[in-house]
């Protein structure tokens, strides 16, 4: 299923991701408190392209699921990366439309969030920031024309091991990987969106990075949307496995 709007994931994510098929709201301004609502998940999703959805109480509801549901974990079609999910269950693959990617869920066909993992090549991982700094080469185009508008938030590390020794560079098994976290708006004329974003890079085979992360839209709820990312950063990021001892052969 591939999503006609996706290349937001990897450039919301602005250093993943554009959240493959953004809300078509409008940008929320408002800093009010967040109505209380209860945790739903969202209708069965039947897989087939969509446009995104609009905030509201149904947005709001699958936020508070995303914040306190259990994890369980999701693999990728080449069995190459295993990846924790709240209500998990409820999350579809996806194809980023334009951005070949190893990786891609959304929670919900109206896109409550959106995960997303990438490639990028280098020649030496094992040195400490290279893959960040890959990624963000890859992406900075996205960013560029989508004219998004990106706030850095606290960032944060972690040390992540790597245990698919054999076929990574030396050095490369056990790094401080940082999360780049922020909060970014888009600006063209066809789309005014907000995501809360986080990612990762890590050094997954030799020669290559795994670059994933979340995007959320905020459409009319910040707060949750933040609340939801942060979830990710503190509890779904430090805990990305490479499953393969060799890079993935294809892309989708």
Same mark, same amino acid.
């Given at each position: 299923?591939r999503s006609?709007?996706?290349a937001?994931?990897?450039v +919301?994510?602005?250093?993943?991701a @554009? ?6 709201? !409008?940008s929320? #301004?408002?800093?009010?408190p ?5 945790a739903? #998940?969202p209708?069965?999703?039947d897989?087939?392209?969509a446009?995104g &959805? =609009?905030?509201? =109480? #149904?947005?709001a509801a ?7 549901? !259990? ?6 079609k080449?069995?190459?990366v295993?990846?924790?999910?709240p209500?998990?269950?409820?999350w *579809? ?6 951005v070949? +990617? ?6 919900g066909k ?6 997303g &993992?990438?490639?990028?090549h280098?020649?030496?991982n ?6 960040t700094k890959?990624?963000e ?5 996205w960013?560029? #024309?989508f004219e998004?508008?990106?706030t850095h938030?606290?960032p944060?590390a972690?040390v992540? =091991?790597? *245990?698919?020794g054999? +076929?990574?560079?030396? &050095?490369a /098994?056990?790094q ?9 708006k ?9 995501y809360a974003? /986080?990612?990762?890079?890590? !050094? ?12 959320? !839209? /905020?459409?009319?709820d910040?707060?949750?949307a933040?609340d939801?990312?942060d ?13 393969s001892? @060799?890079?993935?052969?294809? =892309?989708?």
């Open positions: 299923m006609p709007r996706a937001y994931p990897f +919301s994510l602005a250093l993943l @554009n959240v493959a098929c953004s809300g078509t709201g !409008p929320p #301004s408002s800093t009010a967040a109505s209380p609502v209860s739903a #998940s209708p069965k999703d897989g087939q392209a446009q &959805g =609009t905030g509201g =109480t #149904s947005h699958a936020l508070e699921q995303l914040k306190v549901a !259990p994890l369980r974990g999701r693999i990728d080449q069995q190459a295993r990846v924790l999910l209500d998990a269950e409820h *579809t693959r996806v194809r980023f439309w334009g070949p +990617s190893l990786v891609g869920f959304r929670y109206e896109h409550h969030a959106i995960v &993992g990438v490639v990028t280098v020649a030496d094992t040195a400490q920031g290279a893959c890959s990624f080469a890859w992406a900075m185009p960013v560029q #024309s998004v508008e990106l938030e606290a944060s972690f992540w =091991t790597h *245990t698919k054999p +076929s990574v560079a030396k &050095g /098994a056990r401080i990987v940082e999360i780049d976290a922020m909060f970014a888009t600006a063209t004329l066809a789309e005014r969106e907000a974003v /986080a990612y990762s890079a890590y !050094p997954a085979w030799a020669g290559a990075c795994l670059i994933l992360g979340v995007a959320v !839209p /905020a459409r009319d910040p707060a949750r933040r939801v990312r979830r990710f950063a503190r509890d779904v990021l430090p805990k990305v496995e490479v499953l001892e @060799n890079e993935p052969k294809e =892309t989708y």
